[in-house]
């Protein structure tokens, strides 16, 4: 699981690079966070996590402070999560999380896309019953040894602890979130990025053409301002 994971998350790191739009995904999320629990990082755990976030992807200290006054204010509007599930070419099943202020453009668009590039929208429930959802924790190994943090990490939920190029990734299942995070502050280890990421429980492998006919209608999908982050079943 865990080194599948790490070449998904660099890739779309580098798409992300590209359309430079991770700013405003990472200011949508602290918006959400505030208005769910408050401006102050210290009793809102939920913003703890986007801030540290935002750190980890470089995101100017006074653009994250505009986010939370922003935030603040009552007539900044609110942002509903979305889940859209679909299918891609050649059966690849897709999940498509959104943060929108205006649930039919953001419903229209995705339609479109799939549309457009061979895929078709699904109901509700229809494809993500065949991933699990996890909690993702990324942090520097810095002196850590990877079998002793195990076996403090366990009793917290911890499923897979995976080290790659200088970096431990953390899987916990979804409902575990707190109990990590809480684990891992308390033994002072700074996480640079705290996501959730939906797993497939079986892949579909696709050959070269095919895969690049995918990633049109992927690339396609992460373009959209109200879009997140994109999960398929591909191998």
Not at 54 to 80: C, H, L, Q, T, V
Not at 82 to 91: D, F, Q, R
Not at 103 to 132: C, D, E, I, Q
Not at 168 to 182: L, R
Request: charged share 30%.
């Amino acid at each position: 699981m865990g080194r599948a994971f790490e070449f998904r998350k660099e890739r779309k790191f580098k798409r992300w690079s590209k359309m430079s739009k991770v700013f405003t995904r990472l200011g949508k999320e602290i918006v959400m966070a505030v208005k769910a629990g408050g401006p102050d990082p210290a009793t809102n755990a939920k913003l703890r996590t986007v801030i540290q976030n935002a750190k980890g992807a470089a995101m100017p200290k006074d653009r994250i402070e505009a986010a939370i006054k922003r935030a603040s204010n009552k007539d900044e509007k609110d942002y509903e999560e979305v889940l859209y599930e679909g299918y891609g070419p050649y059966g690849i099943a897709i999940l498509v999380e959104t943060s929108t202020d205006n649930t039919n453009r953001t419903v229209a668009n995705v339609r479109h896309y799939f549309s457009k590039y061979g895929g078709s929208l699904g109901t509700s429930g229809s494809v993500s019953f065949m991933f699990t959802r996890k909690a993702v924790f990324r942090f520097p190994q810095n002196d850590l040894n990877i079998e002793e943090l195990e076996l403090e990490l366990i009793d917290f939920g911890l499923e897979e602890l995976a080290e790659n190029e200088g970096e431990f990734f953390a899987y916990t299942a979804f409902e575990d979130f707190g109990n990590m995070q809480k684990a891992l502050e308390e033994r002072g280890i700074e996480v640079t990025n705290a996501d959730f990421q939906w797993f497939p429980s079986t892949t579909i492998a696709l050959d070269e053409a095919q895969e690049e006919e995918l990633n049109k209608l992927i690339e396609k999908i992460e373009e959209d301002d109200d879009v997140n982050q994109v999960f398929t079943n591909l191998a």
